[in-house]
């Protein structure tokens, strides 16, 4: 059984929202920003208008209140594109 198959629905649905994002559009662009030493601002604005900021804060004070679990299922796939900016990611 694939790790895939363990996760619930809504992981399943982060990961593909996250998975998008990088393949349409952060890694098509990550090696000029790296070339150039530059961090893409715009790409981390992109992440929290996806609404994966403060994920394991609690939602009475602003955060999406995921788990840890989730949380970790999200870098992990972040990290599968680029280990620093998921190290961002809050």
């Known amino acids: 059984m694939s790790e895939y ?5 809504d992981q399943r ?3 593909k929202l996250v998975k998008d994002f990088l393949m349409k559009e952060y ?3 990550v090696s000029e920003y790296e070339a150039k030493g530059e ?4 790409f981390h604005k992109k992440l ?3 609404g994966l900021f403060a994920m394991d804060v609690p939602e ?3 955060g999406l209140g995921l788990d840890y679990l989730t949380c970790a299922i999200i870098r992990e ?4 594109g680029d280990v ?5 990611v809050t």
Do not use: N
């Open 5 to 9: 198959q363990l996760m619930t629905e």
């Open 13 to 15: 649905d982060m990961v």
């Open 27 to 29: 890694l098509p662009h």
């Open 39 to 42: 961090y893409p601002l715009e």
């Open 48 to 50: 929290g208008e996806l």
């Open 60 to 62: 009475e004070y602003g």
């Open 77 to 80: 796939e972040l990290a599968r």
């Open 84 to 88: 620093g900016f998921a190290s961002r």
